[in-house]
């Protein structure tokens, strides 16, 4: 108690008195498209250093993820990697995130390519809210900026290997340098990852490895440096990842969803295959020229990613269902185009740019077959070529006055066409039934999305701001038509109002990052299962409010302790689910009432170190398609830790993640649930050269 109470005190003191700055005031980031201190950024903003992602064993975007309040993912099912922020979640019919990765400028959003590689990072930084006016993918709910290491002239890298049980092996291997000094640079990285998976298929002659996995990530670059102003990047990734099964299990929804454990699914019976196969090959050139006092940046993308998945009819065996499957076979072509000019080392701080990409999707076969439906067989598949062209102009400025305050104004207009060509099929024992035919559609969405924060430093530690900014979704077509009137197929683009209003305190020691944000949603982007066919609709009117906090304390030189917690409450105001029935002021799907982490550390320059995290989220809401309703399932505390020994170029470790097993539902759609990771433990080197 009485060391609780000093490290109260402490917090307050620092917060009231402190004005000094020394290593946490030397944070800066460049998620703004310009090198400024963390604390001149007026909106919430997390950092996550290349120490930290070291230290606490962060390697995909999930992890990263659990590290941010009120943000969440979902990656278990067969519908790809989704995330969910303040109550925004993903799009599923346009295959968009709310939070959109950027890698050095390259914009990951689509939920089949949504894991990059974080083999060459130097910090992470996520700005949470939308991020319109200084990107060019815009974003209606937060920005993942990653931040590659820089070659220099002497060649420098790190290979690492890990192993734990269920026979899971994670390796990686980083390496870059100079060609030519000065002048002429190079690097590769790679990783590899597998595992068993923690559930076993008894059915004869299938793989008992029901839902192992495999992760292949390798990119290579050349950067060249003809003079002190001017660089050109040229990247090149190849990706293949291959899961099978689910982590999870299909359910009777007359039970309560909370009676069904991770246990309960450890052991399956299907017979026919269930996987997906993704692999994305992309370019990507960068080129910058900079002066004294501008910046010029044009990234330019190429990238195709081919998504085949095949998925066992009512997974399971011994119905009539038996030797049927689900499909979804899908090419996507993206070219993308940014050009972005900002200032450098000017007292009013500005960037401004313009966007364009062009996606065509080609989808097909995508559909199923089975009998369950009055013992006769149903056959369903849609062939669609879908196009999307984005234009758009962007900018924002940050004007100093009076001293210690600064206005931010922005502004983003962009042009969104979009046109579907499909073919569906929908037979029984080879007789059409419902919609048959071909479905063609195009639209267009003009939008101006604004944005103005003020903020005002208080002393050299403590700033705060007020920002309102206007998100946007894009709308889209369903890809399985119910018929050929455009009203009955199109969903209308998602809006938001978003109010924030944050403090920032940034010591020697200790650093604090807080926010209370409001968010008026119009038109959310909800996903049903009706009359056989998944579809995307619009909730007419819904609302997300809560409370944000994240921060470190140096104990000492070698001791910290860090966390964060969101608490949101988010509810639909206007959703009429059909068949007389309403959501009003129900809690929205897929987003937990808080997410928090508490993690202490121990890091000196060499010898033993170690490091315990705890993360939890709260009781999480999902639709019931059966009864048209939301039901809720219970959260969970998960525990890791890690210890280990540096001595020279090498760091020896152990770890162990979900120390006491804990499990809980993270997803559920139409019958199918997963879990969250049971506990996993081993061991790893990394040396570095």
């Known amino acids: 108690m009485e060391r609780k109470l000093i490290l109260a005190s402490l917090f307050v003191s620092s917060l009231l008195y402190a004005n000094e700055t020394t290593k946490l005031d030397e944070i800066t980031v460049s998620a703004n498209k310009m090198e400024e201190n963390i604390k001149d950024i007026p909106q919430s903003i997390t950092v996550i250093s290349e120490e930290e992602i070291e230290q606490k064993g962060i390697k995909t975007i999930q992890d990263v993820v659990k590290e941010i309040p009120n943000m969440s993912i979902m990656g278990k099912t067969n519908m790809g990697t989704t995330t969910s922020f303040r109550g925004i979640d993903t799009s599923l019919w346009t295959e968009k995130n709310p939070v959109v990765i950027y890698v050095d400028g390259v914009p990951y959003y689509d939920r089949y390519d949504y894991d990059p590689s974080l083999a060459d990072i ?7 809210g939308p991020q319109g006016t200084l990107y060019g993918k815009d974003a209606i709910g937060a920005v993942i900026n990653i931040v590659t290491k820089s070659p220099k002239n002497e060649w420098s890298g790190n290979i690492g290997a890990e192993y734990g049980n269920d026979n899971t092996f994670n390796t990686k291997l980083n390496t870059s340098g100079a060609l030519i000094d000065n002048k002429l640079y190079a690097g590769i990285n790679g990783s590899f990852y597998h595992t068993d998976g923690w559930i076993e298929n008894h059915y004869p002659n299938m793989d008992k490895d029901a839902n192992k996995k495999n992760d292949r990530k390798t990119s290579g670059f050349l950067l060249y440096k003809p003079t002190d102003n001017l660089s050109a990047k040229l990247t090149l990734t ?4 291959k899961k099978n099964w689910m982590d999870g299990m299909t359910i009777d929804t007359r039970k309560p969803l909370n009676s069904y454990k991770r246990k309960d699914a450890e052991n399956t019976n299907f017979e026919m295959p269930a996987y997906e196969i993704t692999k994305i090959n992309s370019q990507v050139f960068n080129l910058t020229y900079e002066t004294d006092k501008l910046k010029l940046d044009s990234v330019t993308v190429h990238k195709k990613a081919d998504f085949e998945g ?3 009819s009512d997974y399971g065996s011994g119905t009539v269902d038996d030797g049927l499957t689900q499909f979804n076979y899908t090419n996507t072509d993206v070219w993308s185009q940014e050009l972005r000019l900002s200032s450098k080392n000017q007292d009013i701080k500005w960037v401004t740019g313009i966007y364009f990409d062009k996606e065509d999707r080609d989808q097909g076969p995508y559909g199923m077959e089975n009998y369950s439906f009055m013992n006769g ?8 070529d879908t196009s999307s062209k984005t234009q758009a102009i962007f900018g924002q400025v940050m004007i100093p006055f009076l001293d210690n305050f600064e206005l931010t104004l922005g502004g983003r207009y962009q042009k969104i066409k979009k046109e579907i060509d499909s073919n569906i099929t929908n037979t029984f024992n080879g007789y059409h039934m419902g919609f048959n035919g071909p479905y063609s559609d195009k639209k267009t969405w003009n939008t101006f999305l604004p944005k103005a924060a003020l903020s005002y430093k208080i002393n050299d530690n403590l700033t705060t701001y007020v920002s309102v900014s206007k998100g946007y979704m894009p709308g889209g077509f369903n890809y399985y038509p119910s018929s050929n009137i455009s009203e009955e197929n199109s969903f209308k683009p998602e809006k938001s109002i978003n109010y924030e209003l944050g403090v920032k305190y940034i010591g020697d020691s200790f650093s604090l990052n807080t926010a209370i944000f409001r968010m008026n949603i119009d038109d959310l982007h909800v996903y049903k299962f009706e009359r056989g066919q998944w579809a995307a609709e619009n909730a007419k009117k819904a609302h997300s409010q809560g409370i944000e906090l994240d921060g470190t304390y140096f104990l000492t030189d070698n001791w910290s302790l860090s966390g964060a917690v969101g608490l949101i409450q988010a509810k639909y105001d206007d959703y009429d689910v059909g068949g007389g029935r309403n959501l009003d002021g129900e809690k929205m799907g897929n987003t937990p009432n808080y997410t928090a982490n508490l993690g202490i550390s121990y890091l000196p320059n060499s010898g033993v170190y170690g490091r315990v995290d705890l993360n939890t989220r709260g009781k999480t809401n999902f639709f019931n398609q059966r009864t048209s309703s939301m039901i809720e399932a219970d959260g969970g505390i998960t525990a890791n830790a890690k210890i ?5 170029d090498w760091d020896i470790y152990a770890y162990v993640t979900n120390l006491t097993n804990e499990d809980y539902i993270d997803t559920y759609m139409l019958t199918m649930v997963s879990f969250n990771e049971p506990r996993k433990f081993g ?7």
């Open 122 to 128: 130097a910090q992470v930084e996520v700005l949470r």
């Open 238 to 241: 190849n990706n293949y990842n």
């Open 310 to 312: 095949e998925y066992d």
């Open 377 to 384: 067989l149903y056959y369903s598949n849609v062939d669609s």
């Open 644 to 648: 280990g020994y540096k001595i020279s």
């Open 683 to 689: 061991i790893g080197a990394i040396y570095k050269f």
